[in-house]
């Protein structure tokens, strides 16, 4: 049961505030938004998403730079409410396309519109973009995608690659198209995010892949839809050690240690042939989660060494290689190195012929950032930089610096080898042909390197 | 008549100040109120939306209302969804405005499209206006039994809104039994756990005054009422999912057959894509199975895999959530989860607060085979960039050292750490090699060699500083130049901020003098002088306490300042037992995230809408006649407490002591570690007080000279208890949540007690005529709990007991809660006399 709910901005305005119970009072956007920015507890400056003052537990998610707020003074299930604003969070995005400071100051009517429908006197009602759509009347007021910051993993496909219909993300379930007529088309998409860490003698710590299956369906009449997985995937990993890098990688079966379904999800076949069926509700939503520790090859290498070279200087060299396929590129790949605390100058040298690629010494937090547009299967970069110290280091110089981390998106490549053999629509008539996408990516969500 | 109205719309939207835009707003209503002109709905549009847009923002357009109502005229759904928007905001500061929107929406609640009337009837119940609430009853009459379900679902919420404007026109309009019955028997599911949500807090809220109320709402958690949302569970919402769990986790079933039948009618919920229904699935296994030792263990190995995923999927806010919940299963269970410690390791990018959980994980699950790993990984965090995780991990790898088995190795990399020279490494270090020394003086060579080492003048923390200090003092044998470092501090004293280091010296210096007397003598004398002539009013007093017995007598000084010393074993835990029991009994709340129990930040009415630990309010009133007992099921539903075996209580004592989640004081004073020596004696002492259990009137006598060696010796004259002490009931629960537990104990019933215990009843009045009366009670063979007060004799001086007697096993658990604790254990010893006299002819 909630209180209030409101979304900030990053400047802390209210753009919707919804009172259900009047059990708090009003000031709590302040109250929130000053505990938020100025937070300063236990040494930290990063509140946590559930915090209590004075008897009013306020919960917050952060989505693209609007903070998303819950208050309650009774004690909920924290999971519960936290789940349920990023619910809220993207049902409005499935309304308005595309969700931002400006689409939501906009279209704020039509906000309150869901919000009346959502919830009512703090209690959960319904998060279904598909049954909202009968009680709300407000037709989106539709901003331009192109300048704006997405939402969500599916995003990531607005960028670069032209295989793909970027915009079709940022439409909204219930605006028509400019022609009148709505497109039919269904977009699965399987998004994978991969930790690994690697030791400073470049063997793997650890590894996993946190994967999606994401859909988003513009389908008319709701047929139903049966997604094939590898036949021979199986779920849980019994007996053995969780981390076993003994098999060998790219081939065997695809082993999960877990996963969970969207609620409308059929498994009735899925224990004979692998196949998911569904019939899938208007927007966005997650069909499947889930999780490997199985081995796979991580997709780049990173070798770092960090010797001195002479008084008060230092060398840095850093290598990446890519090692997956030509045929396939990763973008927007950062790489970023803590220095030692008393570095004052970084001096870098790229490799002859680099394009593409800049550096920088960020002087505040003494770190290197190497950003490199784009690295294509199976290429190696190098970077050098000549560091100017302060002081003496008096201890081993590779304890003063790193780890390397690295973020990277890979499209049309998944670490996990899973995969959708097929997408199958119920027919309605022989000419009915929807379009269908099926999309891969890897991101990096902590892919660390020790030296 | 629309033309004015459109050119004043073009005019550029100004930046909304204040007065002047809302009277122009004002103007221009006014102008479109009467018109009909086509498109006018469209100009009304954008004025309302302007007037929302004031009110979001924080401007008060309250002044707009007359104008607005009259507005709202229109057949525009959009419209009229602003314009109940507005109502609905400042209706409560405008109650005689708020009239004039009631007979539009009256008008609407009886339209033929249910979409208005529901709407309709939403907005005529959020006026939260008093005096309007006649006007409610008959729309939400006839919302309850309209034959659409959106209306339906509205009315329900809407009587739950009525209660609360006024709770007695919501009862004379017998709201509650309709919904009841549209609880048990409506098609729509919304529409039932609407009912449910409504049900469970009038009837919580009246049941503190209603004896009826009290007793529907612990049917609400009957088994045909479970049994009934049970099988219906997959066509809930999800979020209505979580509210049946919530509620099936209150259910106590009879037998262990029903509890598999619900586990696996549950199991696939377990796979939901949503967290809060995980979570919610797993409070109902772990309670389900709290009697039931070894399943409530399977259940921690099924639940592993589904928290992870949810752990690692889903955004960080709801990762976090779900993260705290498997941080407090791994500090119940430790050993469940040792094998997958990898899943705790830190990721660079995460926040403080997820790291710090993590980083308690790898604490709890290190066991022999996996310490090596763990430690090497937390060693990484304390090179990193981010301080104070790099300080949280070297507390980690200490106190993985303090529970270890193998210190040898744990102990190198401490010394490690003290040689990276990063003074917060360093500090942290220093403190924890002191804890270490503390349990394990055998170590002591290997590290005073390096600890000598540092300069006094690279530590600046003043916890460190008093570590290195303590231990200069009691080391100053084997450390070369003690005496010389301690002088130069002492020289230094007036720059000394810190009071808590000044002490330490002054002790230290105290036992270098009398290990090595004529290389201290000289900084004794100053540190003495400097003590004595100190602002700090502790300071001061140690030092002249040095002083004077130094003068009385040396060696009784040496006695007094350095003793031998014994090993401390086990540090003071910083949580008691009860508490963790208590965050763990309120699972899938806030009370996990905070890692309190929810009385510590929540007001009492705001505990949940089904909070019922330590409520009495549904136990009966047995204050004045001891027959007036209520039925047993009742009570035992809703008393977790009374089905825990006594092993697994003892157990989950057992767990808490061995160390495993503690946090180590960092102050080196004795106080705290002879607060955990006295813990543990009591807590040994019950096992032992079992152990005599068969004659249990001589028992009695026994227990206390075991357990409680401050307790008045026998022959000291007995307390004398008042023979009519009233206490009434709510007096009682505020004292019993108020009060500490002064006195945990268990005893023995005699046979002959149990023979006699055919009905709660016969003990009532035994204890009655021994000064002790009921408040409370209930329970179901072999189970039955009490809640008794006495009051001391000629004073106001009041003691609680809750009493939990099990039949089976003639054991007594009882607590005591006293105003004045000094007296508990006598008031316990008058209170086990009386209780095993019952039965006793």
């Known amino acids: 049961m909630i209180s209030q709910f409101f979304v900030l901005s990053q400047r802390g305005d209210n753009i919707v505030f919804r009172d259900y119970r009047g059990e708090v009072a009003k000031g709590s956007a302040e109250i929130f938004f000053r505990k938020v920015k100025f937070w300063k507890e236990d040494g930290q400056e990063e509140a946590p998403p559930v915090f209590n003052v004075d008897g009013v537990n306020y919960f917050h998610v952060k989505v693209v730079g609007l903070l998303f707020v819950a208050t309650t003074r009774v004690n909920v299930s924290p999971s519960l409410v936290l789940e349920l ?23 704020f009517v039509l906000v309150y ?3 009346d429908e959502v919830i009512d006197f703090g209690y959960v009602q319904t998060t279904s973009t598909e049954v909202l759509k009968s009680y709300v009347f407000n037709e989106p007021i539709v901003v331009d995608a192109a300048r704006l910051q997405p939402l969500g993993p599916a995003a990531i496909f607005m960028q670069g690659s032209k295989r793909m219909p970027g915009t079709a993300v940022t439409k909204s379930v219930v605006a028509n198209e400019p022609g009148g007529r709505k497109r039919e088309e269904i977009f699965v998409d399987i998004i994978e995010k991969i930790s690994v860490t690697f030791s400073s003698s470049g063997y793997i710590l650890t590894s996993e892949i946190d994967g999606t299956i994401q859909m988003k369906s513009y389908l008319t009449g709701n047929p139903e839809i049966r997604l094939a997985l590898n036949e021979d995937l199986s779920i849980g990993r019994g007996g053995g050690s969780v981390y076993d890098y003994r098999s060998s990688s790219g081939a065997g079966p695809v082993i999960l240690d877990d996963c969970n379904f969207h609620e409308s999800v059929r498994l009735d076949s899925f224990d004979m042939d692998r196949t998911l069926a569904l019939v899938p509700p208007d927007g966005e939503f997650p069909v499947m989660n889930y999780r490997m520790t199985q081995e ?11 010797e001195e070279a002479g008084h008060l200087k230092a060398e840095v060299i850093l290598k990446v290689r890519a090692e997956f396929p030509s045929n396939i590129t990763a973008n927007t790949v950062v790489v970023q190195m803590p220095l030692p605390k008393y570095t004052t100058r970084a001096s870098f040298e790229l490799e002859p012929g680099a394009v593409g690629q800049r550096t920088d010494f960020k002087e505040a937090n003494k770190k290197l950032e190497w950003g490199l547009k784009k690295i294509v299967g199976g290429s190696e970069h190098t970077l050098r930089a000549k560091l100017t110290f302060s002081q003496e280091s008096h201890a081993n110089i590779t304890k003063e610096a790193g780890p390397v981390s690295m973020t990277f998106t890979i499209p049309m490549y998944n670490a996990s080898r899973l995969q959708v053999k097929y997408l199958q629509i119920a027919k309605k008539s022989s000419s009915y042909n929807p379009y269908r996408w099926v999309r891969y990516v890897t991101q990096a969500n902590s892919y660390v390197a020790r030296i | 008549m629309a033309p004015p109205a459109q050119s004043q719309r073009s005019s550029s939207p100004s930046q909304p100040s204040g007065k002047s835009e809302v009277s122009d707003l004002k103007l221009q209503l006014r102008q479109l109120a009467g018109s009909r002109a086509p498109g006018v709905d469209d100009s009304k549009r954008e004025l309302f939306k302007k007037v929302i847009s004031y009110m979001t923002i924080g401007i008060d357009v309250s002044s707009l209302f007359g104008e607005m109502v009259m507005c709202s005229a229109t057949s525009d759904i959009v419209l009229k969804k602003m314009c109940y928007l507005y109502v609905g905001n400042y209706a409560k500061v405008n109650p005689d405005l708020a009239l004039l929107t009631i007979n539009f929406l009256q008008r609407d609640c009886h339209d033929e499209d249910p979409m208005i009337r529901g709407l309709a009837l939403r907005s005529l119940c959020s006026l939260r206006v008093a005096n309007l609430v006649e006007y409610l009853v008959g729309p939400l009459g006839s919302g309850l039994k309209d034959s659409n379900s959106y209306v339906r679902i509205v009315a329900v919420i809407g009587v739950l809104k009525l209660y609360h404007i006024s709770v007695s026109t919501c009862v004379d309009a017998d709201f509650p039994s309709i919904l009841k019955h549209l609880m048990l028997n409506d098609s729509d599911t919304q529409v039932v756990a609407n009912c449910l949500s ?12 209603s004896e009826e109320a009290s007793r529907e709402r612990e049917a609400l958690i009957s088994k045909p009422v479970i049994y009934y949302l049970l099988n219906r569970i997959k066509e809930f919402s999800e979020w209505a999912q979580c509210l049946v769990l919530e509620l099936v986790a209150k259910y106590m079933p009879l037998e262990s057959d029903e509890i598999f039948d619900i586990m696996n009618l549950l199991e696939d919920r377990l796979q939901h894509a949503n967290g809060a229904v995980v979570l ?14 070894d399943v409530h263990q399977q259940v921690y190995e099924r639940i592993k895999a589904p928290l992870l995923t949810l752990v690692s999927s889903g955004s960080p806010e709801q990762s976090y959530a779900v993260l705290s919940h498997l941080h407090i299963l791994v500090m119940r269970a430790p050993y469940i989860f040792s094998s997958d410690y990898k899943h705790f390791y830190c990721q660079y990018n995460e926040p403080y607060y997820v790291k710090r959980l993590k980083l308690e994980m790898l604490t709890a699950v290190a066991n022999e085979s996996n310490t090596y790993e763990i430690v090497t990984e937390l060693c990484e965090y304390a090179a990193n960039v981010d301080i104070p995780i790099a300080r949280e991990s070297i507390r980690a790898v200490g106190k993985i050292a303090l529970q270890q088995y193998d210190v040898n190795a744990i102990v190198d990399r401490l010394l490690q750490f003290l040689e990276m020279e990063k003074d917060y490494v360093t500090a942290e270090a220093l403190v924890l090699v002191k804890d270490l020394l503390r349990k394990y003086p055998q170590w002591s060579h290997d590290c005073i060699a390096v600890v000598g080492n540092i300069s006094s003048k690279n530590v600046q923390e003043p916890k460190a500083k008093a570590a290195l200090i303590w231990m200069l003092g009691e080391y100053s044998q084997d450390m070369q130049d003690a005496p010389y470092i301690l002088e130069s501090l002492v020289e230094n004293w007036d720059e000394e901020h810190s009071a808590e280091v000044r002490l330490h010296l002054l002790t230290a210096v105290m036992k270098c003098f009398f290990k090595r007397p004529p290389e201290t003598q000289n900084a004794l004398g100053a540190a003495l002088a400097a003590g004595i002539a100190d602002f700090h009013q502790d300071v001061h007093d140690r030092a002249l306490f040095y002083y004077r017995i130094l003068q009385y007598n040396v060696s009784v000084a040496e006695h007094v300042v350095n003793p031998p010393k014994q090993a401390v074993s086990v540090f003071a835990d910083t949580q008691s037992s009860e508490i963790k029991d208590r965050i763990f009994d309120e699972f899938n709340s806030l009370s996990v995230v905070y890692q309190k129990p929810s009385y510590m930040f929540t007001d009492k009415e705001h505990r949940g809408p089904f909070e019922f630990s330590d409520e009495l309010g549904n136990l009966s009133i047995g204050g004045e006649a001891a027959d007036n007992v209520v039925s047993a099921q009742r009570v035992e539903a809703n008393d977790k407490d009374l089905l825990l075996t006594t092993s697994e209580k003892e ?11 503690y946090t180590a004081p960092y102050d080196s004073s004795s106080t705290s570690v002879f607060a955990s020596q006295t813990r543990m004696e009591l807590e040994i002492s019950n096992p032992t007080s079992a152990g005599h259990a068969p004659q249990a009137s001589l028992g009695i006598d026994d227990l ?43 005893c023995s019933v005699s046979p002959q007690g149990v023979a006699a215990f055919t009905s ?26 009490f809640f008794f007060f006495a009051q001391k004799a000629e004073e106001t001086s009041n003691y609680l007991v809750e009493c939990v007697i099990n039949t089976s096993s003639a054991k007594a658990q009882i607590k005591i809660k006293a105003d004045d604790q000094s007296t508990s254990s006598a008031f316990s010893t008058v209170f086990q006399s009386a209780l095993s006299r019952f039965g006793i002819p």
């Open chain 2, 198 to 209: 409504a049900l469970q807090e009038i009837w919580s809220a009246e049941a503190s005054t």
């Open chain 2, 760 to 785: 709660p009843q016969a003990l009532l009045r035994h204890m009655q005529s021994h000064s002790i009366h009921c408040i409370a009670s209930g329970g179901q063979s072999p189970n039955f709990k």
């Open chain 2, 280 to 293: 919610a699935t797993i409070k109902v296994f772990l309670q389900l199975t709290l009697s039931l030792t």
């Open chain 2, 651 to 661: 157990e989950t004592r057992g767990s808490s002591n061995n160390g495993t989640d």
């Open chain 1, 296 to 306: 796979f090859k991580p997709p780049f290498h990173i070798n770092c060494l960090i």
């Open chain 1, 85 to 107: 604003l990023q619910r809220i969070a993207r049902v409005i995005k499935d309304y308005l396309g595309v969700l931002s400071e400006d689409s939501l100051r906009k279209n």
């Open chain 1, 113 to 115: 519109e869901l919000l």
């Open chain 2, 704 to 746: 206390l000279g075991l357990g409680l060696p401050a307790a008045p010796a026998p022959s000291s004259p007995q307390l004398k208890l008042s023979s009519k002490a009233v206490l009434d009931p709510s007096a009682f629960q505020q004292k019993w949540r108020q009060l500490p537990v002064a006195l945990s104990q268990e």
